[in-house]
């Protein structure tokens, strides 16, 4: 080596030479890791973009428009179909659970049956021939239809699909060759393949009842309701009696045939309703207590219908409000609760019972308004499980909506003729629309029909309800169950959620943060800070657990307490600083290593003191029981708002004490003694807590006096899990990454500022607010935000803890639903794919991009604030 | 130079050599003060002060006194205790968790390291500049009137006032006057430092401590800044820390020497460039050695 440098000639201070080119190893490492790292990095954003793309793929179906779709030409000719004899106007088609059968109901009570696809006709049946048919009514989607006959008879008939299943060997060889989804007619009915290799049969049954003879006169409208007393008939003929039948069916042990009995009587039109207009519809809701009878023009007469079977007029409704247009149809939607009316001038509306206060009773309203101006209506007809409606018109077009969502789905035209009965296939993936020549078959694509934007984020009127509500209910036991699935209850819920848990966490960790960067040794600092910092590998569920089954049920019990603890411990500790700082200042400097202790001495007796005084309080200020003055059964207002406005009261007072207070002790600083400064500044203290208290009671008596009681918004009846809780537990799951970030951004705020600062005279107290925050504003900000980002996404603590009940209310004192929570809660159980599914997934998009928004924002303003300290 | 005079220059610096190690091996020597010292008035006395770092001890036995309204300078080689015992005067040093000192100062009548005393108090009566310049990320206004700020003054014409004397005293008020309500931060790097002495002379401080504060100016600026230290001579006492000879002969009454943590010599400026009781302070000053 040295030769080498000797022979080199130049200067060498080492006396070696290093080659000028890197290394071999060292450029592949180099290479190797920047491939590494950019791939790792590529490769995670990809990850979470997957994740958000993934979202956005389960939920667009939501949105997707809606597929209807004419299948083919000409399904089944309607009027003049048959071979042998003419049959008139249908008024009623249903079809069965696989799309293969459908029936109809004629005005001549011929009932009909025919193969869907291909339109063949499978059976005709007319149930009393003879007799000339006045009334027909198919009632429900139970396939009871109701007849009344010129003669003042009435009769019940029970169409039904009958299915069975058989092997190729039970069947006529014929169908051995029918592949999986084939069909073929068999004996009045319809043979498919299943998947599973089966011949189903299905086949209409059609079961009459012997008729029932109700007066002499011609049956002009009949309807009637199936209750839990039996068939509630109402009939009404063309002499203005109304006929009250209550049916029973009796089964004849010996013969096996059923007989039907009758009870009910007879009432004269004119006596029951001030209207002498003629009815032309007459319908029976669903409990069978209501009976509607509709004019021409919309004037309706509601009548009560007790059990008794006597009827009252309880109200007069105008359905057609429009005073140029004339009631075209009514029909009752799924559940028989909701009207539907459309009008000659091309109104529909759906109507039901709304009970404005919980006592009063239901007025029927028109709830939503589907549609304006598109020709007569002329025939309604809806979904038996969903709130799907389809209306037909007088120019041959049918328009389907969604009634709850006011979703407009589709429209169809069969160009000829007035539509005059419509069905929806139970599956609702078939559609049947009729006019006087054909029945055409569609195609419904409408896998989502209740979920729009509006339905999601704005308020709906669900039937029942006295008024449009965001409510978020996924399921309940009956079919006819409408899914509630507004997202905000949720948002709100989060939102909440965030907001208590950031009220109690936020404050504490940053003043921690300033504590440990500003106030502590260096080396008490390095210990503290790795032990918060473990604070957030305590499991949330932990966390959750100890607050829904520990804290939850002492704060329950220790409520005053709590509340009082809020206020006692800030003023002892206060009350301490200032009796400290009267100290003399020899003890001082030997007291100091001590003041934590003091300070915890201070806690304690803030604890205590709220211990002793929870009783007197709790009679003083919530008339001795403050559950029941949270109901808002005892008490008035004035506590709840003394409390809320305590603490806007004590800054308010501190900040006029800065600006006024300070001068008053610096006028008397020279001349005076420590002690006396200090007994003048425990005076100023005493009298602050005075005047806060005093402000606090004026405000509180002024806004209650005014009316005004917080029971109701911020405080209201105190469940026990609830978003105080929530808030504690919450906090404690945020503290220790606030803190963190914090921590690091006010250290790195360089010493040198410090230095500069003490060096001028100020006091640490100074020198953290007024040269070590701004610059570390951003960074807390940050820390803020990501704390924020954290509690919007925390589910255990919440799904523990909140009670989960997706109510919308300030209420601290009640619980509420987050969007994670109600993931955890119900994705498990939702049916992939489905509605439910989707907006589960649409409620983690919304979390996706909430957390997103929140990170992204606090990133950038961590950005912005590295640039501006690399300033310092 | 004859041999004899080379022989008797080789004699003297071997002595010197000697001396300079034997205070490395930790021997305590007394510091040499000459007797003009004595007839000033005083504003603050150090006597037998001692600081360690922990176990480390980096001011040994300082004794000496400072003359009130007059500038005096610190020199020394590098790591000498310079900024230590500058530190020392307002207590900065008790930012340090390891700093541990014994011996007293006393500032007037009172013991700067008195049990009873205020170290708010204290530091606001003397203004401090760094070596780093070291402005606040807040306007050039609220810099230069910080000071008064936290002391609770409020009144703007007060504060604007003080503002315009202190920057006009740090030859800064032509250049920023037009700019007060801009960063501090966006003014060049001498702009900061002149901008940190009118900060540091706002208050109106009675002592002021100034730690290398031409280090990082050019030699404008430089200039500039002795300008200020000679105008405030006489109305303000100050003490001076720098490594640059010229400067504090230029500047100083008196000059200070250290080394190793030990005051050496002590004396008017004019006494201490040109005969010197010590030769090393001699040798230092020409820079034989440092
Ligand atoms: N914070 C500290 N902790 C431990 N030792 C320190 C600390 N600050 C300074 N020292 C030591 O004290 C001695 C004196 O340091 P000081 O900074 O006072 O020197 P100085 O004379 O100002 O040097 P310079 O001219 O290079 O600024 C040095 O040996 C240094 O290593
Ligand atoms: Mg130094």
């Keep these: 080596m040295n030769r080498n440098a000797q022979q080199s000639g130049t200067g060498s201070f080492t006396g070696q030479r290093f080659s000028r080119k890197p290394r071999k190893s060292v450029l592949f490492t180099d290479t190797l890791a920047r491939r590494l790292i950019t791939a790792s990095g590529i490769g995670s954003i990809i990850a979470v973009s997957l994740v958000g793309l993934f979202l956005v793929w389960v939920v667009l179906p939501l949105f997707t428009p809606t597929g209807l779709e004419e299948v083919s030409e000409s399904v089944q000719s309607t009027g003049a179909a ?44 007319i149930v009393r021939p003879g007799v000339s048919v006045t009334a027909v009514k198919a009632s429900g989607h139970q396939g009871r239809v109701l007849l009344g006959y010129a003669d003042g008879t009435m009769q019940t008939v029970k169409v039904g699909f009958d299915v069975s299943y058989h092997n190729d060997s039970d069947l006529p060889d014929t169908f051995a060759s029918l592949s999986v989804g084939e069909r073929a007619s068999h004996e009045q009915g319809l043979v498919e393949r299943t998947p599973e290799h089966q011949l189903r049969l299905s086949r209409l049954t059609i079961q009459a009842d012997e008729p029932v003879s109700l007066g002499t006169d011609p049956i002009v409208l009949i309807d009637g309701s199936e209750t839990s007393g039996g068939l509630v008939v109402a009939a009404l003929d063309a002499a203005g009696v109304l006929f009250d039948r209550q049916l029973r069916w009796r089964k004849n042990l010996l013969t096996g045939e059923l007989r039907v009995r009758s009870t009910g009587s007879d009432l004269r039109l004119e006596d029951l309703r001030a209207s002498r207009g003629t009815p032309v519809a007459l319908v029976l809701n669903d409990a069978g207590d209501r009976l509607l009878l509709a004019e021409i023009d919309g004037t309706t007469s509601v009548l009560r219908r007790d059990g008794e079977g006597e009827y009252a007029a309880v109200a007069a409704v105008d359905l057609v409000p429009d005073p140029n247009a004339k009631l075209t149809a009514l029909a009752f939607i799924a559940g028989r609760v909701s009207l539907a009316v459309g009008d000659d001038q091309g109104g529909l509306s759906v109507w039901f019972p709304v009970r404005e206060t919980p006592t009063s009773q239901p007025r029927l309203q028109r709830v939503h308004e589907l549609d304006e101006h598109h020709g007569v209506v002329t025939a309604l007809a809806s979904s038996g499980r969903s709130r799907l409606l389809l209306a037909g018109y007088r120019d041959g077009k049918i328009r389907l909506y969604h009634v709850t969502s006011h979703r407009f789905l589709g429209e169809a035209d069969l160009e000829q003729g007035p539509i005059v009965a419509a069905a929806i296939s139970p599956r609702e993936d078939l559609i049947l629309a009729a006019n006087r020549e054909r029945n055409a078959l569609f195609h419904l694509d409408a896998p989502h029909p209740d979920i729009s934007f509006s339905a999601l984020l704005r308020p709906v009127w669900y039937e029942g309800y ?342 919308m209310e300030m209420n601290i004192f009640n619980g509420f639903r987050t969007l994670s929570a109600n993931l955890a809660v119900e994705l498990p159980e939702a049916v992939q794919n489905s509605t439910h599914y989707r907006t589960l997934f649409l409620a983690a998009l919304t979390l996706f991009i909430m957390t997103f928004l929140l990170n992204t924002i606090a990133e950038v303003v961590r950005q912005h604030f590295r640039r501006k300290s690399s300033q310092l | 130079m004859t041999a004899n005079e080379a022989k008797e220059t080789q004699m003297a610096e071997t002595k010197t050599m000697d001396r300079l190690a034997s205070i490395a091996a930790g021997e305590i020597v007394e510091t040499r003060i000459h007797p003009e010292l004595a007839e000033e008035e005083s504003i603050l006395d150090i006597s037998d002060f001692n600081l360690w770092y922990g176990e480390k001890q980096a001011l040994f036995d300082v004794s000496m006194t400072l003359p009130r309204g007059k500038v005096t300078a610190l020199i020394g080689p590098s790591g000498c205790g310079k900024s230590t015992l500058l530190r020392s005067v307002n207590r900065m040093n008790d930012l340090i968790d390891t700093v541990r000192i014994d011996g007293s100062m006393n500032l007037g009548e009172g013991n700067i390291y008195g049990p009873g005393v205020d170290v708010i108090e204290l530091r606001r009566r003397m203004g401090m500049v760094f070596q780093k310049s070291n402005p606040f990320p807040m306007s050039i206004f609220d810099n230069v009137t910080y000071p008064l700020q936290i002391n609770g003054e409020r009144n703007k014409s007060v504060l604007r006032d003080v503002c315009e004397k202190a920057l006009r005293g740090a030859a800064l008020w032509d250049e920023v006057s037009d700019r007060l309500q801009e960063s501090a931060l966006g003014m060049s790097g001498g702009q900061q430092q002149r901008l940190c002495i009118a900060r540091a002379i706002a208050a109106e401080p009675e002592v002021l401590l100034m730690d290398e504060p031409c280090s990082a100016l050019d030699p404008i600026a430089t200039t500039r800044v002795e300008e200020l230290i000679l105008s405030l001579r006489g109305e303000y006492t100050v003490l001076i820390v720098t490594h640059n000879m010229q400067q504090a002969s230029r500047v100083s009454d008196y000059t200070a020497f250290m080394y190793l943590g030990q005051v050496l010599e002590y004396g008017p400026t004019a006494r201490m460039f040109t005969n010197p009781l010590l030769q090393e302070t001699e040798d230092y000053i020409t820079g034989r050695f440092g």
């Design chain 1, 466 to 807: 006295p008024g449009p509500v965001y409510a978020w209910q996924s399921s309940a036991a009956t079919d006819t169950f409408e899914p509630k699935l507004s997202l905000v209850p949720l948002i709100y819920g989060t939102l909440k959620a965030t907001f208590y848990s950031m009220l109690f966490g936020l404050p504490l960790a940053l003043l921690a943060a300033l504590y440990t960067s500003e106030f502590l040794h260096r080396r008490t600092r390095s210990r503290i800070k790795p032990v918060i910092e473990t604070m957030a590998s305590l499991p949330s569920v932990v966390l959750g657990f100890l607050a829904a089954l520990v804290m939850a049920p002492f704060v329950e019990r220790v409520l005053v307490q709590v509340l009082a603890v809020l206020f006692c411990a800030p003023f002892f500790l206060l009350l301490g600083a200032h009796l400290w700082q009267m100290l003399p200042r020899r003890s001082l400097t030997r007291l100091e290593p001590w003041r934590p202790l003091a300070v915890l001495i201070a806690l304690v007796a803030g604890m205590w003191c709220s211990w002793q005084w929870a009783g007197p309080l709790e009679q003083i200020g919530f008339a001795g029981d403050v559950k029941l003055w949270l109901d808002g059964q005892i008490g008035s207002g004035i506590t709840g708002w003394f409390v809320l406005l305590l603490a806007p009261a004590a800054l308010l007072v501190g900040w006029w004490n800065t600006i006024q207070g300070e001068v008053l002790i610096r006028g008397r600083g020279p001349g005076w003694i420590r002690w006396q400064l200090g007994m003048l500044d425990l005076g100023r203290f005493l009298a602050s807590t005075a005047a806060t208290i005093v402000l606090a009671l004026f405000a509180a008596w002024m806004l209650s006096s005014s009316g005004w009681d917080p029971r109701g918004s911020m405080m209201d009846t105190y469940v026990q899990r609830n978003a105080l809780v929530v808030g504690f537990a919450m906090g404690f799951a945020v503290i220790p990454i606030i803190y963190s970030i914090a921590e690091d951004a006010l250290s790195a705020v360089p010493d040198h500022l410090r230095a500069a600062s003490l060096g001028a005279g100020a006091t640490p107290w100074q020198t953290a607010f007024k040269v070590v925050v701004p610059p570390a504003m951003s960074g807390l900000f940050s820390a803020g935000m990501i704390g924020l980002g954290r509690a919007v996404g925390e589910t255990m603590i919440v799904l523990m803890a909140a009670g989960n009940t997706p109510i």
């Design chain 1, 82 to 125: 048959s071979a042998d004899s003419a049959v008139p106007s249908m008024v009623h088609q249903a079809m069965d659970d696989y799309g293969s059968l459908v029936w109809s109901l004629h005005a001549d009570g011929t009932i009909l049956v025919h193969e869907v696809d291909g339109g063949k006709l499978l059976a005709r049946r």
